[in-house]
């Protein structure tokens, strides 16, 4: 797959226009996170059904990304990019008037397929228009949309939330996505060569039941116990299909999928950090509103501004990240971040009641700026090995992987906290709750060791450039 001729001027122009989208889609990814406690309120649902907005939404968005690999190179690129705009704007203005959670939960689904779309084709776009040279620092400051609005979106929905409901949210996205979708109908090009390939329905249901039912498998153990009827067949059929799907891509004459790009050893092991970055962070984004709301008992707007250092943090380094990428390569970048995450996460285990916010808003700033560390150069670091042909297979792969990651680590972290402060009501009193927190910033812990382990034995020193 082959760029058209961009010019400088256009190509700055769908740049800007990425980069507004985004921020409005990806800051839906945990805005409603701070919101949780109001939905569950006003909608009369329970904390464990209302996570699903946020992990419901990501493991949509993962359904979705791998179809994209198809779509990409079925479809010219700037309608199916407003196509994908639409679709969520439409979700968004669902949500705006939902009565109640299953017409909420429609809206975020169609949400996620909106964002699925935009974000898979966004990566491909940049690393193609963009000289290889410049990939890394193009990709930092498109990381900073990415990955700095789902942690500013805390922040911004506190305030809302508190002064005029959570529903407004969904209006100030709206707003955001409207002007982008004009905009790019003047800005956006057909810059991706596209040709006739067949569909196989086949892979596509079967990687629907392969993320669908590991996501809800895992997701719900909190709710129904691990040995139970329901997770048993959700875990079954996700195995079942994942196996399928594998063996359907090798087997096949044009793979929905193609996995063979996984011989590419960066790659893989791009994907692995990845997944386990996007475990870990998803998961603190929803535990962090939480422990300031629910366990703290401080307001909206408090837990939001505890999270916005870290936002700002991150908006200075994930550029600045991009072009250490470019001058000093992978490996420094990945022991670095995946170190000062790790540090972080330990130093959550010892919170307690009586802390100051000031020590959670600064691990939160360490967490943050590992993120933007991490992020975008552990994918422009991985797709470099792949061939250009197979960049739409590798960005889909990639993103369907890691999302369906943070689905896992959002649902896994609110469920591992549920438990250990039920079964600790006895020994640790109203403390159950943070007992339960500081646990689960343990099970954090371990993922990130795994993250470190990776960068520090597995990562060579040289780069390809």
């Known amino acids: 797959m082959d760029s058209v001729l961009v010019t ?25 996170s701070t919101a949780l406690p109001a939905i569950t309120t006003d909608l009369k649902i329970s904390v464990s059904i209302g996570q699903w907005l946020t992990s419901g939404y990501s493991l949509a968005m993962g359904i979705t990304m791998p179809l994209t690999a198809f779509l990409i190179t079925r479809f010219p690129t700037k309608r199916l990019y407003l196509t994908g705009m639409a679709a969520f704007i439409a979700g968004l203005a669902i949500c705006t008037l939902a009565p109640t959670f299953p017409i909420m939960m429609c809206g975020r689904v169609l949400q996620a397929v909106g964002n ?10 940049l690393l193609t228009i963009y000289p290889i040279e410049k990939k890394g620092t193009i990709m930092g400051w498109y990381g900073l949309s990415v990955s700095a609005a789902p942690v500013i979106a805390p922040t911004l929905a506190g305030v809302l939330i508190d002064f005029t409901g959570w529903r407004s949210i969904f209006y100030v996205a709206i707003g955001i996505m409207v002007f982008s979708f004009i905009y790019g109908m003047f800005a956006f090009d057909n810059v991706l060569d596209t040709y006739k390939k067949k569909f196989d329905v086949i892979s596509f249901v079967l990687s629907a039941f392969t993320f669908g039912g590991i996501t809800l498998g895992i997701g719900n153990i909190s709710t129904y116990g691990l040995f139970s009827v329901q997770i048993m067949v959700a875990l079954f059929v996700g195995i ?17 999928l193609e996995l063979r790009i996984l011989k590419y050893r960066e790659f893989t092991l791009s994907v692995l950090g990845s997944m386990l970055l996007y475990l870990v962070m998803m998961g603190s984004s929803v535990i962090m509103p939480v422990f300031v709301q629910l366990i703290l008992g401080y307001s909206a707007t408090t837990a939001g501004l505890v999270t ?33 995450m790790l540090l972080s996460n330990i130093g959550m285990i010892f919170v307690t009641m009586d802390i100051s916010l000031v020590i959670p808003t600064a691990l939160n700033v360490i967490r943050c700026v590992s993120i933007g560390c991490l992020m975008m150069p552990l994918v422009t670091w991985g797709t470099s090995y792949v061939p250009v042909k197979h960049m739409a297979d590798a960005t889909a792969l990639l993103a369907s992987l890691r999302t369906i990651a943070g689905a896992i680590g959002a649902a896994v972290f609110v469920g591992i906290m549920t438990m250990v402060a039920k079964n600790s009501v006895a020994s ?5 709750l943070i007992h339960g927190l500081n646990v689960t910033f343990m099970a954090m ?21």
Not at 116 to 125: D, R
Not at 244 to 256: K, M, S
């Open 116 to 125: 699925g779309v935009m974000t898979a084709m966004a990566q491909v776009v």
């Open 240 to 256: 079942v299909g994942g196996i399928l799907v594998v063996y359907r891509q090798f087997h096949i004459e044009h793979p929905f």
């Open 428 to 432: 640790y009193g109203h403390h159950a």
């Open 8 to 32: 400088d001027k256009r190509r700055t122009l769908i740049f800007v226009n990425i980069l507004i989208s985004c921020i409005a889609s990806s800051m839906l990814a945990t805005a409603l």
């Open 308 to 340: 916005l250092p870290g936002s700002l943090a991150m908006a200075v380094f994930s550029p600045m990240a991009g072009k250490m990428y470019d001058k000093l390569g992978m490996k420094k970048l990945f022991v670095a971040g995946a170190a000062c």
């Open 445 to 465: 812990s371990a993922g990130t060791l795994c993250l470190l382990m990776i960068a520090v034995f597995f990562v060579h020193s040289k780069e390809i450039y």
